[in-house]
């Protein structure tokens, strides 16, 4: 079995493909319906206002792996 995802619309119990996709003339499917978001949400702040939460979460101890050379101790082995 093989799947394919493809966006959708769903308008009074009929399903119309978004963009240039196009449906089979025949095949079963599962559905899964995504609630709308609000906008509202996404316009509360900036970016950096709704992540300021996280900073300092590494406490400067080695966020990065490339900063702690000793996870590379044995790379390859």
Same mark, same amino acid.
């Given at each position: ?58 406490? +400067? ?14 790379? +390859?082995?």
């Amino acid at each position: 079995m093989s799947y394919k995802t493809l966006e959708v619309e769903l308008e009074n119990g009929h399903v119309h493909p978004s963009g240039s996709e196009t449906l089979p003339a025949k095949a079963h499917a599962l559905l899964t319906i995504l609630t709308a978001t609000v906008k509202a949400e996404a316009a509360n702040g900036t970016l950096a206002d709704r992540v300021a939460s996280l900073a300092g979460i590494g406490r +400067g101890e080695h966020a990065d792996l490339s900063t702690n050379k000793a996870h590379l101790n044995d790379f +390859g082995r």
